[in-house]
Nanobody, 116 residues
Framework: QVHLVESGGGLVQPGGSLRLSCVASGSISSINAMGWYRQAPGKQRELVARITTGGSTYYTDSVKGRFTITRDNAKNTVYLQMNSLKPEDTAVYSC??????????WGQGTQVTVSS
């Protein structure tokens, strides 16, 4: 099993930055990819960014050029650097791991609020 713990959410003004962290523990070697999802009130959960074990990345269009996902394998940690934050980025952000042979592990979620 894989256990995920997120940190780094909070309140930030528009244009500001935050960095989310997600530490994985357990069956680390079974993780195929890790990413961040978000869900705003009244909206469907969406994949924000993902990074594979090979280092390939994916970003949803609305965050390209503003968000960067990276991973530190030595620390079993994935980061989401969020710059130029907008009010529409406000959501609960959840860390996700795609674990072989085929299930998803989830963190508890962390609130990100972008407001003046």
């Amino acid at each position: 099993q894989v256990h995920l713990v997120e940190s780094g959410g909070g309140l930030v003004q528009p244009g500001g930055s935050l960095r989310l962290s997600c530490v994985a523990s357990g069956s680390i070697s079974s993780i195929n990819a890790m990413g961040w999802y978000r869900q705003a009130p009244g909206k469907q959960r969406e994949l924000v960014a993902r990074i594979t074990t090979g280092g390939s990345t994916y970003y949803t269009d609305s965050v390209k050029g503003r968000f960067t996902i990276t991973r530190d394998n030595a620390k079993n940690t994935v980061y989401l650097q969020m710059n130029s934050l907008k009010p529409e980025d406000t959501a609960v952000y959840s860390c996700n791991a795609v674990v072989l042979p085929g299930y998803n592990a989830w963190g508890q979620g962390t609130q990100v609020t972008v407001s003046s």
